[in-house]
């Protein structure tokens, strides 16, 4: 970019949002994070989590976040409503919903909070990797945009591997991944990097199959300071399943600070035919 | 039980709700689930659930639940405001609420659906343990009623090491768990289970502290033919956290069928002072 004046980057574009003054935010899909159908489900939940914060009565920051996919997202201007249920000392909880001509397409909740010094530790460990700098970056299916958006240096599982390989014996992916061009962390950032995964039924299988997310949950580990800690470098993220079976399987991810930290851990629930 | 006639099991009790044909269930908590403060969280999720099953618009079986805890729940009645956001060809969104006296006590959603045969794996490996009749049934503490209302046999990180006992290494839990008295198992009851495991904090420290979870979600593996078969025997559960900071840890769960089958994954985010 050789302008002085920085563009807008193309996530803030996708998360930007109207708020009508009475609990309503209305926004709308970019090309730029479309997938097969519909936006990447990343970029839904990232604005989800962005009508919280813009909302005059947001406290704190996101502890936890589920959303639910109840139908297809069009391309095109949706609304939010968001209602702050009910507002704790230490935690508030809300209740959103996103739709498209007074139809819904999508369901969540959040819980927002406070976070103080407690003891800390860290159970979880993070996957062996090689630095960033030392994986190329691999080259992603042309078919599906929202990629674009994303630099992806694949450890495990990459998504080469769907190209009519042989099926794997594990359905675990681990990569150095940020966004593209970089991007300093922040929340809906975050939120959106835990679904990069390409759903796992279809590196097991070896092939493309119907598959899309039914409810992804995000739990965020990291405060204000860890992600500025962070800044746009690569994070290190892991997926795996632990159930495959009669239409549905389910997806675990861990998503690692440069340092080691762990930033956040998600889970998701996706149908798929096979 | 003398009597010819079964007394009804605590846990029908606990969920019993009476529908008042417009989307609103009540029902009351019953003393033989209370926790410390208000009724033990896997009771009150499973009765969210409960409230679907018994919706007359219900279509399927549960597929997944995520129960927010916004605040604490009195002694006493309460309200279920259960709505079928979006029914799809093999999925149907729900949006829930418990309240008090007008006061939301907790939020949730849930997904329902139709499962058919599909391809299947399970990549999460059950831990090892013993039969269940080989190991003794833990001596509960006394001053939690809901524990009464489950069979416990401890295989790792059992409750009796938070009795002032040396803070752990690691914060699994690993027992043989069912209702007592036995009772066959349904999804409200695997939902109930899923939420047994005591704050992974207190067993990490080695003591009390103030903790309650703040949101759990279920995803359910099991369709009702593997339920039945699981009938009232004992499930191998397990649950460990990732990680512990600021306030809050995750936790998650697997609940493993007596033949090795898993039932249901488990995830949950908790709040604590330490």
Not at 6 to 32: I, K, M, Q, W
Not at 235 to 248: D, I, V
């Amino acid at each position: 970019m050789t302008s002085t004046i920085a563009a807008r980057h193309a996530f803030d574009s996708a998360v930007a949002l109207t708020f009508d003054g009475a609990g309503n935010f209305s926004g709308r899909t970019t090309p730029e994070y479309g997938n097969m159908v519909g936006p990447f489900g990343g970029i839904t939940a990232a604005t989800i989590l962005r009508a919280v914060q813009q909302h005059p009565q947001c406290l704190g920051d996101p502890i936890s976040l589920t959303v639910n996919f109840a139908g297809p997202i069009a391309e095109g201007p949706f609304t939010i409503a968001a209602q702050p249920v009910r507002t704790n000392r230490n935690t508030q909880h809300w209740t959103l919903s996103m739709s498209q001509d007074g139809i819904v397409t999508t369901t969540a909740t959040a819980v927002f909070g406070t976070r103080r010094e407690t003891w800390t530790a860290t159970e979880a460990t993070a996957p062996a990797a090689p630095p960033p700098d030392t994986v190329e970056p691999d080259a992603l299916p042309e078919f599906i945009a929202w990629v674009d958006n994303y630099e992806m240096r694949f450890i495990e599982g990459g998504i080469t591997q769907l190209d009519g390989a042989a099926a794997q014996p594990t359905s675990t992916t681990t990569l150095w991944v940020r966004d593209r061009p970089a991007r300093p962390l922040d929340y809906p950032a975050l939120t959106a990097l835990s679904d990069v995964f390409f759903p796992r039924v279809m590196l097991r299988l070896g092939r493309v199959v119907p598959a899309g997310t039914v409810t992804l949950t995000v739990y965020f580990h990291a405060d204000t300071d860890r992600l500025a800690a962070q800044a746009d470098r690569p994070l290190l993220a892991t997926a795996r399943s632990q159930h495959f079976g009669k239409g549905f399987f389910d997806q675990s991810a861990e998503l690692w600070a440069h340092d080691g930290g762990l930033l956040a851990t998600s889970h998701q629930l996706v149908y798929f035919k096979a």
